[in-house]
């Protein structure tokens, strides 16, 4: 039940507390515990200033402006997208789009490849894994063109049966849609081995780093997949905005969905043409604050590493699972070494929801219920999960408090 | 008894545990263990009431001038809440159930267990409750 | 080239800006003036601290959580929720749709629609006036389903003209979208005559309102059209958030065409059972912050009231009208009194970017170039204009300068 | 003169004005009225370099082993930072086009104009002229 081995990187988690105001919070008198990172991670304040900066000193729509603080603003914005570019490796920041979030991004990638590449019975890809953000949108055109989506399932413990994937090839099969690290299982998938499925087979492939991007250095310059989407918030930056990244072929044939001001070059009621590279996917006002505090959050990260993140991340599964292994009530899922910082488990006898929360009540914030991943559920035949997800800023402290107050919590549920 | 009475009985059961949180959701948990609601058979698509993660089945029925209610839920708190509401509202008549404001929740100290964005059905059950009781007049 | 007489109603305009840290600036050595509100709005430290404080107190993600953290932020998004649905008096506030801007919302509806209402060879009517984000929607669905967009002519004084309008509709006419407000005109578009004929011909009525619900009361109860959308950034709130309103009768008869975790009840990779109500059309994680600001900034605008507000910009746009008819260079379009807080200008045998530069040397910030009504630029014959648009912290003081200004920069271009 | 002896030449009459920038962008705009930079039947759409509003056209020449350029603009003060541009490159050999970094931009205070957020087609235009350099060797 051991997590890869890894030496222990000494973040000074000390310190990097202090820049997170909310965790000086109390709930229910505890001390707050957040446990919660993956469904969104805490901000700094150095965020918080980007933010604040922002709207005291620059705010102004950007693009085409003439005057100084849209010039400032255009600025500040292409700043960002050149340092979050450079953060994952992209050579060509006109690569790096911003939508909304994850599932903007997927929607956009599906709704483009339906207008392109899809045909009607075509085949999709997606892994037992997914978050619904990541079924839905294939699930639609699926419905629509006669389509079929084919599943990847799991292996024992519990991770992809790449041998499997193998199998569900077909000369019909158009794209491949996975999740780079599972939100309920925190398991890694080996994008190596699906890669040379995808080039064998001339699928697309399009990577869902929601829960990878926070936790582990991503280089997509390397990783070389069609396409990569993860949240701004979930990486320490502001709720509303994300990346779509593509790869460059994609940049000018990936047909336009979602237009708007923005996109254009020039436009009448006959014909409209549309701008070259990011712009071309970024239709109306941006969410120009949020961008520039996901640059802060990079930042803020990049101080540290994402090497030294994953490493003190990693510690920290590795001891909570320790810990956990020590409870017989306790069942872990996804017990298989190669992980990011999540962990799900069960209370035999216990509803998921009854454990959330009570630990609560000790002022420790989990996640309990199907993490947007109901077939997941189903295969694992539990109505839900207890979810623990970590931060660079959790301490081995608050795991043992953890762990105590769970001891407490199962007495009072048997 | 009148909802108000029992009311005030549960929160009179409450209160010897003032501000000892854990006695109280244990007391809670106990209420919920004691008994099964709801016939297993009776547990149907029609009785359902989902939360978003737990659920709740409901069982309303006409005797006399009175409603009776009986009804589950999967986690046991839900169930303990559960089990309460049964208690004060069970065998009242419909008006007295329509008009009904439940406060005692809020006395007992277990308010947040009624917020309408809890991830359980409680909401969901007490109005489910009031409007079988309208059906059923 | 009077606007309809309204009398002065004096909000303290003095107090208002301190509550506008950014005011407080200096722009190339003068005071910043800020004319661009059209483009976007300034904060105020409501709507700022807002933010920070949902940051340093309550950050965590919405809907199903079952810890403090999760419940608090869940409970204010809805009241967010509440108060907006209330300021636009809309009953039901599972009408009331977050989007990530009026871009979004007018997206959604068009794809909606084109997987519902609209057949190939349907015809959609929009205005002249219309922005890019309420043309290419459309546009992209004509163009792939051999449809037809129709747009209702300016008259002589630049007003719409709704005789032809009636001429337009025929029995293929689906939709008629079209501006509340003409974000280059200023220009008020009457709704009524529109809906008279929308209901005449059974159209559905789409209203892009992202230049109206800054400067009007906007009742949508008594609206009672299918569709208004707008954005937050323009009515003082943050980026990268706004509001689709439909009516009762779309909630559940709009296709999902963006759906994302939130949006289900259940899911399985063979059958998806979707939300009811708001849910439904809000895929993925929210702007959670931008719609806390949001409400910051429509409860900030309440305390003195729309009226108070469309009174102020009013008698602003009276007054700086009245001074540009003073200056024989300058041509001023839209000259029809029914305006909002919007004046566009030029300077004759001057191109707009070069009024724009030099005013900006002043301090003063305003918008040229096309505003992404290219169209509408077509049918003016110009490159584009000079556009000055007021919030409710503008003063006479700053249009007095201005004009000292604007006048200097004449003579440099003569 | 090699380009650095005419950007100092520029930087020198731009130093009269000082602060004074009113004077500065006076002094521009008269730099842009005084010529027709290009022949109106030259402004083809190949020669068009489009800014976001306000637009350049370009045209190149090899003569001997120098480029020659003209150009125009639609926009006065943009057309003044043409006239700049092409009196300190036009006539040069294309290597010393190529390798120009043009700092009297920032040294006479208007380097502003030359950021690439700026909506007009100025950052194009040096482009332009370096890519036409090259093919023109
Ligand atoms: C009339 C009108 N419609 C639509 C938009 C687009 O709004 P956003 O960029 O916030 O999506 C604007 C803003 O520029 C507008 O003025
Ligand atoms: C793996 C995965 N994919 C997609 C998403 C959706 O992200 P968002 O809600 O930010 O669009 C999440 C977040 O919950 C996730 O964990």
Same mark, same amino acid.
């Given at each position: ?23 000086? #919070? ?55 997208? &050149? ?19 994850? @599932? ?10 339906? #207008?392109?590449?899809? &045909? ?56 491949? /849609? ?5 939100? +309920? ?24 780093? /929601? ?27 502001? +709720? ?7 790869? &460059? ?22 014909? +409209? ?6 712009? #071309?996917?970024?239709? %109306? @006002? ?6 520039? %505090? ?10 540290? %590493? ?11 599964? $590795? ?16 017990? $298989? ?8 488990? $069960? ?17 420790? /914030?989990? #996640? +309990? ?24 800023? $959790? ?15 199962? @007495?009072?549920?048997? | ?11 009179? *059961?409450?209160?010897?545990?003032? *501000? ?5 959701? *244990? ?12 016939? *297993? ?97």
């Amino acid at each position: 039940m051991l997590v890869k081995e890894v030496k222990y990187s000494p973040l000074n988690v000390e310190l990097i507390r202090k820049d997170f105001p909310i965790l000086q #919070r109390l709930v229910n008198n505890y001390p707050l515990i957040y446990f919660d990172n993956g469904a969104t991670t805490q901000k700094p304040l150095q965020v918080i200033e980007a933010i604040t900066h922002y709207y005291t000193h620059t705010n102004s729509n950007i693009h085409r402006g003439v005057h100084t603080l849209s010039r400032e603003s255009t600025e500040a914005f292409e700043l960002a997208r &050149k340092t979050i570019a450079a953060h994952f490796n992209i050579k060509n920041d006109q690569q790096l789009i911003f939508t909304s979030g994850t @599932t903007d991004s997927i929607n956009i990638i599906a709704n483009g490849l339906s #207008r392109s590449i899809l &045909k009607d019975g075509d085949e999709i890809i997606l892994s037992a894994y997914e978050h619904h953000s990541n079924i839905l949108a294939w699930q639609l055109w699926a419905e629509q063109h006669n389509g079929k989506l084919k599943v990847i399932p799991l292996k024992e413990d519990h991770s992809l049966d790449y041998d499997a994937l193998k199998n569900l090839v077909t000369a019909k099969t158009k794209v491949i /849609a996975i999740t780079h690290v599972s939100n +309920t299982l925190g398991l890694v998938t080996d994008l190596e081995k699906v890669k040379k499925v995808a080039e064998k087979h001339n699928c697309i492939l399009v990577v869902d780093g /929601a829960q990878s991007a926070p936790h582990m250095k991503v280089d997509l310059e390397k990783l070389n997949v069609d396409f990569f989407v993860c949240s701004a918030h979930k990486i320490y930056g502001p +709720t509303g905005t994300g990346i779509l990244y593509m790869n &460059k072929k994609w940049l000018n044939d990936l047909p336009i969905t979602k237009p708007g001001g923005g996109t254009i070059k020039t436009v009448s009621f006959e014909k +409209t043409e549309y701008a070259e590279g990011a712009l #071309r996917f970024e239709a %109306g @006002t941006p969410n120009i604050e949020a961008v520039i %505090g996901f640059a802060a959050a990079i930042n803020y990260i990049n101080r540290f %590493g994402m090497e030294a993140i994953h490493k003190h991340e990693l510690d920290l599964v $590795n001891y909570a699972q320790y810990k956990l292994s020590g409870i017989p009530e306790v069942i872990v899922y996804g017990q $298989n070494p190669d992980k990011a910082a999540v962990i799900s488990f $069960n209370v035999k006898n216990a509803h998921p929801f009854d454990v959330g929360t009570l630990l609560d009540k000790y002022g420790i /914030a989990v #996640r +309990t219920g199907h993490h947007c991943t109901q077939p997941l559920m189903s295969i694992l035949c539990v109505p839900g999960t207890v979810r623990i997800s970590f931060a660079l800023y $959790n301490t081995k402290q608050e795991i043992d408090f953890f762990i105590e107050k769970l001891k407490k919590v199962i @007495t009072m549920l048997m | 008894m009148s909802i108000k009475e029992i009311e005030n009985e549960i929160i009179e *059961e409450f209160e010897i545990f003032g *501000e000892d949180w854990e006695g109280k959701y *244990e007391h809670l948990i106990d209420l919920g263990k004691s008994l099964p609601l709801i016939k *297993e058979e009776s547990k149907t698509e029609d009785k359902l009431i989902q939360g978003c993660q737990s659920r709740v089945w409901l069982n309303s029925e006409k005797k006399d001038d009175k409603i009776f209610f009986s009804a589950d839920s999967d986690a046991i708190i839900t169930k303990g809440m559960v089990a309460l509401m049964i208690r004060v509202l069970s065998g009242q008549p419909a008006k007295e159930i329509i008009d009904s404001k439940l406060e005692f929740i809020n006395k007992i100290g277990l308010k947040e267990h009624l917020s309408p964005t809890r991830a359980n059905g409680l909401v969901s059950m007490i109005n489910r409750m009031k409007m079988d009781a309208i059906k059923l007049i």
